[in-house]
Every structure is written in C-alpha cells, then in structure tokens.
C-alpha cells in the first residue's frame, strides 16, 4: 500500500517473522550503536537511510501499532520511501538479515536442550542475533569496535560516515549520509 503523510509517499510492506521476537532488546542494541546521520531508533522504530542498486531512500521498520489490523500477528512494518520500490527485493532480504527474521527460536531452544545446553531463560526467549546492513559496514564495525565502551566506536563511525560516507542530496527527517562504501573509503 501507499500511504501520504507529510513525507514523500511510503510503501507499506509486512515482514513475518517466527515467534518470540524481543523487540524491544533488539532495537535497543542496534540504537545504541547507530551511526549518526545514517540510521536511528526512536520510539520503538528503527530507521536508516540506504541506498540499493543506485536507488536512495530511507527505511524504517517497527511493530504494528497496537489496536491495528496488525496487531497481534508475527509481522514488523516495513515502511520504504518511493524512490526504492524497484529494489524492495534485495531490500527486504537486508531487512530480515538486520533483524535475524528467519531465526527459528522454538527449533533453536529444543537443539540447545537436547544437546545439554538447557532451556532459554524465559526473559531471554526471542532474542535475535542482529545482522548489519552490509559485509563492508560490519568489517568496519568490527574494527572501530575493539574499544572498551560502545559510545566510542559509534563516535567513530559517526567521523568515519562524516568524512566519507556519501551526502545525502535532500535530508529526510534528520538523515543526512549514507554508510561509507568500500569504494568511497578507498
């Protein structure tokens, strides 16, 4: 679906996943190290802007909203701005990678009790091993993250995206970089 709403016009997609998905773990983890001016998380959203086969535009992905037609079913709300509907493939793959969506946690937990591991603490059920948006990104994480403290290489990657990252042409609502390229970095 198309939705108007202030920004330029969005495409509403679902992204199924297997039950349970700790949200809110999750986005915590990946706000706490997003890279300035490329990605946020914000009220339970998770936000960035991208670019895919030299397509640019900004995603974010959140729970349904409570009392929604969504509402209680295992789906994440993709929302992506218009410029990238010919690459909601290869985005929405990204997507479920980021977020560890094809992640069997039932079969995970039952392999891990047979083999003498035990059960999942129950306030750990559904946690996701999150992904990053691409290989070069998450070498370059890496790296800048041999530090003691998460706050210094999100600091670093916020430089590093500064001084190399590409400039957006037209900020959308606080975004204004992509993520370094290996190319642009070299």
């Not at 509403?12 to 983890?29: D, E, G, S």
Request: hydrophobic share 45%; net charge neutral; glycine share 10%.
């Amino acid at each position: 679906t198309i939705s108007q709403s202030e920004r330029e016009p969005v495409l509403v997609l679902t992204m199924a996943y297997r039950p349970p998905l700790a949200w809110q773990p999750l986005t915590a983890f990946l706000g706490g190290r997003a890279i300035p001016g490329v990605e946020r998380v914000s009220l339970g959203t998770w936000a960035r802007a991208v670019r895919i086969d030299g397509r640019t535009g900004v995603i974010r992905v959140r729970e349904p909203d409570r009392g929604s037609v969504l509402s209680g079913h295992d789906v994440l709300v993709l929302e992506v701005s218009a410029p990238l509907a010919p690459v909601l493939m290869p985005l929405s793959a990204r997507v479920k990678h980021v977020f560890d969506l094809v992640a069997e946690p039932n079969a995970i937990e039952k392999h891990l009790v047979r083999t003498g591991f035990g059960a999942i603490p129950r306030g750990a059920r559904g946690l996701r091993v999150p992904g990053a948006w691409d290989g070069f990104e998450l070498a370059i994480r890496a790296i800048v993250g041999q530090q003691v403290s998460v706050a210094g290489p999100t600091t670093l990657m916020g430089r590093l995206t500064e001084h190399f990252g590409e400039r957006l042409e037209v900020e959308e609502d606080g975004f204004t970089h992509l993520s370094p390229t290996a190319e642009r970095l070299a």
